[in-house]
């Protein structure tokens, strides 16, 4: 059964870092993409980060170019965003996901997480 965990989301001010972590299980890392979307209210869910199965390449929406780095490590079969320079604008609830490709329509995705809130705010 495919389960994707998502932790690490929180309250913090302008200008500072967080790290979300995913944890699968059910499939592997190794064979599929996995990426990240962030949904805030009466928002469309938006893409912000994939890799790629296939040579682990790495995509990014506009907006977060520069400020975010994914990782991911199939060792613990574990999926990373680390956030920084957040912005009140990057407010939303963060999800991972998996898919066979990097795909940028999210109904295109097979398996989603619960979600995780992330708040920027002073």
């Known amino acids: 059964q495919v389960q994707l965990v998502e932790s690490g989301g929180g309250l913090v001010q302008p200008g500072g870092s967080l790290r979300l972590s995913c944890v699968a299980s059910?499939?592997?890392?190794?064979?599929?993409?996995i990426g990240w979307f962030r949904q805030a209210p009466g928002e469309e869910r938006e893409g912000v980060s994939c890799?790629?199965?296939?040579?682990?390449?790495?995509d990014y929406a506009d907006s977060v170019k520069g400020r975010f780095t994914i990782s991911r490590d199939n060792a613990k079969n574990t999926l990373y965003l680390q956030m920084n320079s957040l912005k009140p604008e990057d407010t939303a609830v963060y999800y991972c996901?998996?898919?066979?490709?990097?795909?940028?329509?999210?109904?295109?995705?097979?398996?989603w997480g619960q979600g995780t809130q992330v708040t920027v705010s002073s």
């Open positions: 996901a998996t898919a066979r490709g990097c795909y940028s329509d999210h109904r295109s995705w097979d398996y």
């Open positions: 059910g499939f592997s890392l190794d064979y599929h993409a």
């Open positions: 890799i790629s199965s296939v040579d682990g390449s790495t």
